[in-house]
T-cell receptor, first 112, second 114 residues
Framework: DSGVTQTPKHLITATGQRVTLRCSPRSGDLSVYWYQQSLDQGLQFLIQYYNGEERAKGNILERFSAQQFPDLHSELNLSSLELGDSALYFC???????????FGDGTRLSIL | AQSVTQLDSQVPVFEEAPVELRCNYSSSVSVYLFWYVQYPNQGLQLLLKYLSGSTLVKGINGFEAEFNKSQTSFHLRKPSVHISDTAEYFCAVSRMDSSYKLIFGSGTRLLVRP
């Protein structure tokens, strides 16, 4: 158990819809990262938050957004969903950012 | 920019045989190096990391890796594998800057046969 909790584990929805993925980092970790794992693109960094502030952005689509709340949990919002958004979305956390990241079990998103 | 190349998409090996999973990276700045393992339907688990110091790093489950700066490689090795080592292995790098975001290789599937 990594201590990083992601909900829900599975999400099935239709094209054009909007979903929210939630992540609770390990106790004491201030930094949260989001990654997308797909067959086409492999594991790709999406976005990082540190203590509520956006720290870095990767290959995140404009239809996607994220935020980190005062209690340090984070949410990834995906809107106007397309078939190609079907993937496993991972959250990872670390204390400051310069230590190894610990990953949650992911949310599997299926777009029908 | 950084990139990571895992040369083998799949490595079949018999139980109790040694194995090496290859990883090469490219970066114009100093990086940290990691190996993660992903078992079916699970998240990524850190196997080992190289931050600085000794170039031979030991991780969990009997794995070790050697950092070779001149060859920009970070190959993962285990002297004797078990059936339970069957999984996907990912090599990753992160820049030593304010982000530390991970750049992953495409993964190597280790298939251990009895």
């Amino acid at each position: 158990d990594s201590g990083v909790t992601q909900t829900p584990k599975h999400l099935i929805t239709a094209t054009g819809q909007r979903v929210t993925l939630r992540c609770s980092p390990r106790s004491g970790d201030l930094s949260v990262y989001w990654y997308q794992q797909s067959l086409d693109q492999g594991l790709q960094f999406l976005i990082q938050y540190y203590n509520g502030e956006e720290r870095a952005k990767g290959n995140i689509l404009e239809r996607f957004s994220a935020q980190q709340f005062p209690d340090l949990h984070s949410e990834l919002n995906l809107s106007s969903l397309e078939l190609g958004d079907s993937a496993l979305y991972f959250c990872a956390s670390s204390v400051l950012g310069d230590e190894p990241q610990h990953f949650g079990d992911g949310t599997r998103l299926s777009i029908l | 920019a950084q990139s990571v190349t895992q040369l083998d998409s799949q490595v079949p090996v018999f139980e109790e045989a040694p194995v090496e999973l290859r990883c090469n990276y490219s970066s114009s700045v100093s990086v940290y190096l990691f190996w993660y393992v992903q078992y079916p339907n699970q998240g990524l688990q850190l196997l080992l990391k190289y931050l600085s110091g000794s170039t031979l790093v030991k991780g969990i489950n009997g794995f070790e890796a050697e950092f070779n700066k001149s060859q920009t490689s970070f190959h993962l090795r285990k002297p004797s594998v078990h059936i339970s080592d069957t999984a996907e292995y990912f090599c990753a790098v992160s820049r030593m800057d304010s982000s530390y975001k991970l750049i992953f290789g495409s993964g190597t599937r280790l298939l251990v046969r009895p």
